[in-house]
Every structure is written in structure tokens, then in C-alpha cells.
């Protein structure tokens, strides 16, 4: 039998909590989340607690992790590029629903604007 991949959530809010958490909860054979990852470090603990997780206000905590598996980028949409570059560069994989940022910030986060 496969080890359950390793989970970490940047972003502990209302939708990780009322839906992602919930649904792996049930597919306890196959997911374990090992961190959450909040700014309010209120929200990582208390979310944290309820699944047996680490809590963190760090996103590096979580991305640079060896032990996790694959990243949840369930943080607000402005953070969603910065974070699921970081978890490339780290080697980790990760989910989210997409990098929702304007032109303009993939353009300037690529270097395109600044001859890099």
C-alpha cells in the first residue's frame, strides 16, 4: 500500500476549511496534511489542530518542506503566481485554481518589463 501524500495548504481560510479540508478528510488513505500555512496565526493553529497538521505564518515553512508532497495555494489570488513559482523553484508540485494575476504582474514578475 502507497504512503498518503503529503499535503500543505498556504492559506487556511473559509474555503480551505469548509471544502479542501473536509473532502481529503475522507480520502484519509491517500492524503495526509502535514502544515497549514496562515498570516493570522490564530487561523494556522486552530485549523492546524482540527487535521493534525503543523501550523505556520510562513509560505517558505510550507515551500520549502521536504516532507510535503504537493502544495494546496489556497491563499488569496495576488499570492498565487509569487507561491506557485517558489513551489516550482523548490521542486514541489502544487494546485490551485490558477495564477490570477493581471498581464501586468506576470510581466513584471517575469522580468519582461526589466530586460532580464
Request: aromatic share 6%; hydrophobic share 45%; with cysteine.
Amino acid at each position: 500500500m502507497m504512503k498518503p501524500v503529503s499535503v500543505g495548504f498556504l492559506g487556511g481560510g473559509p474555503v480551505t476549511q469548509a471544502i479542501h479540508l473536509p473532502v481529503l478528510a475522507r480520502m484519509q488513505r491517500l492524503w495526509r496534511i502535514s502544515r497549514i500555512m496562515d498570516v493570522n496565526p490564530e487561523v494556522a493553529r486552530l485549523v492546524a489542530e482540527r487535521c493534525g497538521a503543523i501550523a505556520t505564518t510562513e509560505a517558505a515553512a510550507v515551500i520549502e518542506d521536504p516532507t510535503i508532497d504537493v502544495i494546496a495555494i489556497c491563499s488569496p489570488n495576488s499570492f498565487h503566481a509569487e507561491q506557485a513559482i517558489a513551489a516550482c523553484r523548490a521542486g514541489t508540485r502544487y494546485f490551485g485554481k490558477g495564477c490570477t494575476v493581471a498581464f501586468e504582474d506576470r510581466q513584471n514578475r517575469s522580468g519582461f518589463n526589466r530586460g532580464l
